[in-house]
């Protein structure tokens, strides 16, 4: 099978026009409207990020969607409610040794997406947050409230990356 390719400003047009109705929470011709006036408008603010002559797969967008979609209900979710009970025990017994530090943590990206996705799973995990990444050197730094143990940190957020990674291609 083919995989159709796209222009990404096209790509990019598409995928704002659901996400419009989606914040507004209806699809009516008057949305409709503002969406077809939101969307190039936008897309004027985020011409450098997108390549104006680069192509995009839908095939592969499919991919990367319905795996970024799997990652957050597979290892997001869980991640989420786990840390959240984790916090809420540490508010009410705040006895608990807290040992907040930041962690270095060696990462081979392989894009942007690869990024994105690894940066909101930890920033909204509570108790962790990106304060800094380097592309170049591959190190993502993460403050977490108990550093005690940075190799800890370090295994699972590094897992975490694997596991999406393999979700989104």
């Known amino acids: 099978m083919r995989d159709l390719r796209l222009p990404t400003w096209l790509v990019y047009l598409l995928a704002v026009f659901p996400l419009w109705f989606l914040l507004m929470g209806r699809a ?3 949305q409709v409207l503002w969406a077809a006036i939101a969307g190039p408008i936008s897309l004027l603010l985020v011409r450098r ?3 104006s ?3 995009t797969g839908l095939l592969r967008l499919a991919r990367q969607a319905i795996g970024i979609a799997l990652a957050f209900v597979f290892l997001f979710v869980p991640d989420a409610v786990r840390s959240t009970l984790d916090m809420a025990h540490r508010i009410l017994r705040p006895v608990i040794p807290m040992q907040p530090g930041v962690v270095a943590i060696p990462i081979p990206f392989e894009g942007t997406l690869d990024l994105l996705v690894l940066l909101l799973h930890v920033t ?3 108790g962790q947050f990106v304060v800094d990444y380097d592309l170049q050197k591959g190190i993502l730094y993460v403050h977490a409230i108990d550093a005690s143990d940075p190799d800890r940190i370090r295994s699972g957020v590094q897992e975490i990356h694997r ?4 979700l989104t291609g």
């Open 28 to 30: 009516s011709p008057d």
């Open 124 to 126: 909204l995990t509570p």
């Open 53 to 55: 002559r680069s192509r």
């Open 49 to 51: 990020i997108l390549v």
């Open 163 to 166: 596991k999406t990674r393999r």
